[in-house]
Nanobody, 124 residues
């Protein structure tokens, strides 16, 4: 069982930056493909970006390319968000799946482990 806790959300203005953290305690995230998803009110949960463990590849949703980046260490995953705009307003979730047990890492259903989410609100 992997327990994930997100932090770092908040209220910011358009053009600002935020760094979200996803932390696990008592275990390593080595071996897990990690991803960030987001969900705005009335919308489905959507893929933001992922780091694929076994290849080292990073994949980004088109809407965040050039603005968001993912990084990680043994027990944490980070989402650096730059040049935020109001369309980025959502609850952000981190997710984990063992690298050999995941197929399409862009699908929420591929991930068995989730954090509780952290709210990001961007005003214009």
């Amino acid at each position: 069982q992997v327990q994930l806790v997100e932090s770092g959300g908040g209220l910011v203005q358009a053009g600002d930056s935020l760094r979200l953290s996803c932390t696990t305690s008592g275990q390593t995230l080595n071996g897990y493909t990690m991803a960030w998803f987001r969900q705005a009110p009335g919308n489905e949960r959507e893929f933001v970006l992922a780091h694929v463990w076994n290849t080292g590849a990073r994949d980004y949703a088109e809407s965040v390319k050039g603005r968001f980046t993912i990084s990680r260490d043994n027990a944490n995953v980070y989402l650096q968000m730059n040049i935020l705009n109001p369309e980025d307003t959502a609850v952000y979730y981190c997710a984990a799946a063992w690298f050999s047990e995941i197929d399409n890492y862009r699908l929420p259903t591929a991930y068995p482990y989730w954090g509780q989410g952290t709210q990001v609100t961007v005003t214009s």
